[in-house]
């Protein structure tokens, strides 16, 4: 297995595809990546700018260039020795005309070869007919859209469709027969019955209403495309037979104005297997499993065997061909049954490299029987970032939030809210088919009998809104102490929240823990089991939407903690914390990844930096924002105070260095704005979106932004908040020394070798200037050959160009290539700081064989230097020391040489540079 030693996430893009990655290879390479670390590379959806809205998992995105590019990218990576660690898809695929697996399902319904493909319910356990598939695509009511002429037929070659705006869904087979029956008479006396086109045209007719009884599977679609094909030519060759289908085209399409006019049409829409529907209506009538509640994202069944060789064919010939060296799996926690799909992913993948996107709750660990190297890094993300919050301010930061906003806040109340707000508004269909389950399963026995849909419905909803991690994972062959732990508590919880549902819990906790009745039938346990792990598929995407996706953006206290996968409500992590994590992942993990910015995080990482500084200064913080909030009264208007909170430290956390950014800031921030208030769904929503307040939010954020409206506000501000960036800057690098150096592999997301002030996406998919780093790594290499002590001066000095992160990233990573096998194996010992200033000192050695590194970072130093000052030498760090054995350690970062006694002097260590990583032999 080759483990990576860097990893730099790249998004691809149309606009950024497989040539352009070539041409940067060289640089990553320079820089010290190991392994391009790429979005997924799978044919998507046309303009897909992120690439998880897969049509087809066989083939590579020709959006991102040809075979040839792709074939040249990969040379130029094995060239330089560089691996790929390749993002997959395994849960979803897009709602799209350009999937043509699902255009089969629709076309041809139960007699698809695709039926097993997508996790669709075909059947309500109270239909007495299969359901239509939903299509909830459309931008209003289903009627409204029909009499306004936005959904039209139309034919072509490949058969007669349905459109609307982009979307092309294909007709069923009786389709055609409905449609090239009307009016046929009028042909008739065109043509002449004799006519051989228009007896050609009878036996089309004929074999239409045959085929459906008559064959069946591949056989049938071969006859149906050799039918597509004669209607076709007669199309084609035949004036008459065009102008009579061209004219009934018309007359289906109805006419605006005229209600009735579009009967034909209708009836024709009622007769396909899937529903045209408002997007809104996704969130209560759901009869297929979406990503979280995204209608344009169908979940496919992967734990079919059948599918699961399909949509995994091209992975593993590239995994065999040695051009994958590593996957990242995307959403483990939506698959059925995740710990059978590793154990299969393993077996056909054989020995690579794996981790999965799994978000973790602050104590919670992976499964340890999962065969992979460990996560994608979120939970090392949060553990570093939390690091770097006074902790002790917790209580003074309540007092500041809640005077502001004129509120209190209760933070697992408000979760808990949240959490059945997205259960009523957006998950509503998919807890019915649920309780529908339920229902089926308990009406078949006497303790269970008189359980109404609505009550079992109830419980449900408790038990996933008190669900305090994103999922269990209970398979057929087992349960975990901790997942039967886990369940015990909730319902235990549930039962104290909601008394009068007592049968109802006890019934579910046994079911959830698959405690069998002797008396019942292999089918009935089964049934059991399927419910089992199918509601686990959903306390996932409620964590997502009800915390990530509201509660985040409402509960804004320091925001620097809300992140994906972080909690909040816990105001900083403590160094111990922070070090016996890092020895559990040493322990335990030891290649997992390390992020500090993904495409999904919420904010940059240097965003996150700066905002954490806040954290130390709470009394100066809360005069600041009280002032400007007083001085921009006039422009406010409808915003709401937490909004406005939300606001300024957005403001606080993103503004730029540069001043060519900052004419682009404005509408940035707008965007921004209003992704966030819709997410929090308090005055505005994405189901609801109320655009006085929206106006009223992007208006504000453009009016303080002006210096010809708010020159009293920017004159506040930008002294402050340049401060906080001062400060960040140096939480940014101790950041990235500890991101390289702990147990794990360190994730780069592209461009964050210089500053990263991105918000959340698509923001942080701006294109990146790839030619200003290789311009400023090749002149940090030369410097660093010529004189480095000279020229970490300048660098500090010039530290808002972000070359110092460049410089330092450059370094440590070449320490960590260098000393590889240490800082894969090393075993991890945290180092106690004495002195002065020991608190404001986090260090570790890692320790290998008869090598030694030890990485010094400073943090909190708002009470140690004055904005302008690097937290540098005697002055600074006076008498806080390490005690360690004697020894000549050199600094790999500075080059310098320091001699030990028994102590190691902070002053001593850094007197160059803000942050140190020693090596011993």
């Not at 997959?88 to 399902?105: G, Q, T």
């Not at 004189?787 to 070449?814: H, S, V, W």
Request: aromatic letters at 12%; hydrophobic letters at 35%.
């Amino acid at each position: 297995m080759r483990i990576p030693k860097v990893t730099y996430r790249i998004q691809f893009t149309p606009q950024f595809g497989f040539e352009d990655a070539r041409a940067i290879a060289s640089y990553l390479s320079d820089l010290g990546i190991s392994d391009l670390y790429a979005s997924p590379i799978f044919k998507a959806r046309t303009g897909s700018t992120h690439g998880y809205d897969v049509v087809d998992a066989s083939q590579l995105n020709p959006q991102l260039g040809t075979q040839d590019d792709f074939a040249a990218l990969v040379a130029e990576l094995q060239a330089l020795g560089m691996g790929w660690l390749q993002d997959i898809v395994p849960n979803h695929m897009a709602y799209s005309s350009e999937n043509p697996y699902l255009m089969d399902v629709l076309e041809h319904g139960a007699d698809s070869s695709y039926t097993d493909y997508f996790d669709v319910c075909w059947k309500s356990p109270f239909a007495n007919s299969q359901e239509r598939i939903l299509a909830p695509l459309l931008g209003d009511f289903y009627g409204e859209a029909l009499e306004k002429g936005d959904i039209q037929l139309q034919y072509e070659q490949n058969g007669l469709t349905v459109n609307y705006y982009s979307l092309k869904l294909p007709l069923r087979l009786e389709s055609y027969s409905k449609f090239l029956t009307y009016n046929l008479g009028k042909l008739t006396r065109t043509l002449g019955r004799n006519h051989p086109d228009f007896i050609k045209l009878l036996g089309v007719l004929y074999i239409l209403k045959s085929v459906p009884s008559e064959v069946t599977g591949k056989q049938r679609q071969d006859q149906i495309a050799f039918i597509k094909g004669l209607i076709w030519e007669l199309y084609s060759t035949n004036d008459d037979i065009r102008e009579f289908i061209t004219e009934n085209l018309k007359i289906f399409n109805g006419e605006s104005g005229n209600s009735e006019s579009f009967n034909l049409l209708d009836d024709l829409l009622n007769d396909q297997f899937y529903r045209l529907a408002f997007w809104k209506v996704g969130a209560e009538e759901m009869n297929y499993r979406r990503f979280f509640t995204v209608n344009e994202l169908i979940s496919v069944k992967v734990e079919e065997m059948r599918v699961f060789n399909n949509t995994h064919s091209l992975i593993h010939k590239l995994v065999e061909d040695g051009v994958f060296t590593g996957l990242r799996i995307d959403h483990i926690d939506g698959l059925y049954n995740p710990t059978q799909y590793l154990e299969r992913l393993h077996e056909k993948m054989g020995d690579v490299y794996i981790t999965v996107e799994k978000i973790l709750e602050l104590t919670e660990d992976l499964p340890n029987n999962w065969q992979i190297q460990g996560t994608s890094g979120y939970d090392f993300l949060n553990y570093v970032n939390g690091v770097f919050c006074q902790a002790q301010n917790q209580a003074v930061f309540n007092k500041i939030y809640h005077s502001f906003i004129g509120a209190r806040v209760n933070y697992p109340s408000l979760v808990k809210e949240k959490k059945h707000l997205i259960l009523e508004k957006n998950l509503a269909g998919d807890v019915d088919n649920l309780a529908s389950l339920l229902k089926n399963i308990a009406s078949k026995y006497r303790y269970g009998n008189d359980f109404t849909l609505n009550g079992l419905k109830r419980a449900i909803a408790e038990l996933l809104t008190l669900f305090p991690i994103y999922r269990t994972y209970i398979t057929p062959d087992a349960i975990s102490d901790t997942d039967k732990t886990c369940i015990q508590e909730v319902i235990n919880t549930a039962r104290k929240q909601v008394p009068l549902l007592q049968h109802e819990m006890n019934f579910l906790e046994k079911v959830l823990l698959l405690q069998f009745d002797e008396s019942l039938s292999q089918t009935e346990k089964d049934q059991w089991i399927y419910f089992v792990l199918r509601m686990q598929q959903y306390t996932g995407p409620l964590m997502a939407k009800g915390v990530e996706d509201t509660t985040l953006y409402v509960y804004n206290r320091l925001i620097s903690l809300n992140e994906v996968g972080g909690n909040p409500s816990h105001f900083g992590i403590t160094i111990e914390q922070f070090h016996n994590f890092n020895h559990q992942h040493q322990h335990n993990w030891p290649h997992t990844m390390n992020a500090t910015a993904t495409h999904d995080t919420k904010r940059g990482e240097d965003v996150r930096a700066r905002l954490n500084v806040l954290s130390e200064i709470p009394q100066e913080w809360e005069q600041q924002v009280n002032h400007w909030s007083e001085i921009n009264q006039s422009h406010r208007s409808l915003v709401d105070r937490n909004d406005e909170y939300f606001l300024y430290q957005t403001l606080v956390g993103t503004f730029p260095f540069a001043e060519h950014e900052q004419a682009s800031f404005v509408e940035r921030v707008q965007e921004y704005m209003i992704k966030a208030i819709r997410e929090a769904k308090v005055h505005t929503a994405w189901l609801r979106p109320d655009n006085e307040y929206e106006a009223a939010c992007t208006t504000f954020v453009q009016k303080i932004l002006d210096p010809n409206l708010s020159r009293h506000f920017l004159d506040n501000f930008r002294p402050f908040q340049q401060k906080i960036a001062e400060y960040g800057i140096f939480n940014s690098l101790s950041q990235t020394l500890l991101k390289i150096t702990a147990p794990g592999v360190p994730d780069f997301y592209q461009g964050t070798e210089l500053w990263d002030f991105s918000l959340v996406d698509p923001d942080n998919r701006r294109p990146v200037d790839f030619e200003l780093r290789r311009s400023y790594l090749s002149t940090i290499q030369a410097q660093i050959k010529t004189d480095i002590l000279d020229c970490i001066p300048e660098l500090l000095t010039q530290k808002t160009d972000g070359r110092i992160k460049l410089f330092l990233t450059l370094q440590a990573l070449k320490a960590r290539t260098k000393y590889l096998s240490l800082f894969q194996n090393g075993e991890y010992q945290p180092l106690e700081v004495h002195g002065t200033h020991a608190n404001h000192i986090i260090a570790f050695a890692r320790q290998h064989d008869k090598q030694t590194a030890i990485a010094i970072v400073p943090c909190f130093l708002t009470s140690l230097t004055p904005p302008g000052k690097p937290p540098l030498g005697e002055s600074v760090w006076q008498d806080t020391h390490l005690k360690l054995p004697a020894k000549t350690w050199q600094n790999l970062l500075t080059h310098q040489t320091l001699q030990t006694g028994d102590t190691l002097p902070i002053s001593q260590t850094l007197s160059h540079f803000p942050v140190a990583l020693l090596i011993a032999e």
